[in-house]
């Protein structure tokens, strides 16, 4: 990611904030965290509801991630750049030199991942003893 950023550095110069996501005009720190963590939790439970088990079949999964991706980015890109990836805004903060709302795109995205992971476990419950056989492989 750091990799990129430079890249739009040299291509676009100071007037492209490197791909920095940052909350949007006249949306506060806390109203950004909280899209943050509603996406990313909306985001692991679309990857883990779709890529288990049966559904894991053709582009299903590519479709239902691709399509909440793109979906998440029109409707909250205004409010919080939609960045649902720590990774995503580090490099950009980093590079620019400004923490002031790294906070927001490091613990959002962990928090909604955390509660995705929660939501996914209470809807499906644990995970049988096949399904664990044929998650590693060992389907008979």
């Known amino acids: 990611m750091l ?4 890249f ?3 291509i676009f110069g100071l007037a492209g904030k490197f791909g ?6 006249g949306v506060g720190d806390s109203r950004a965290f909280a899209i943050e963590v509603l996406l990313t939790a909306g985001l692991v439970n679309t990857i883990l509801a779709t890529a288990s ?3 894991n079949v053709g582009p299903n999964a590519a479709l239902a991630v691709g399509g909440y991706i793109a979906l998440a980015g029109l409707r909250a890109g205004p409010v919080s ?8 805004s580090l490099a950009p903060d980093l590079l620019r030199g400004d923490l ?3 906070w927001i795109y490091l613990v ?8 995705g992971v929660v939501f996914e476990q209470i809807l499906k419950g644990r ?14």
């Open 20 to 25: 920095a996501t940052t909350p949007g005009s």
């Open 53 to 55: 088990g049966a559904r």
């Open 108 to 115: 959002g995205p962990i928090a909604g991942a955390l509660i």
């Open 8 to 10: 739009l550095w040299v």
């Open 100 to 102: 002031h709302s790294t």
């Open 3 to 6: 990799r990129a950023s430079s």
């Open 81 to 88: 750049d939609a960045s649902m990836n720590p990774a995503r």
């Open 127 to 140: 995970p049988s003893a096949q399904g664990a056989k044929a998650a590693q492989g060992d389907a008979d």
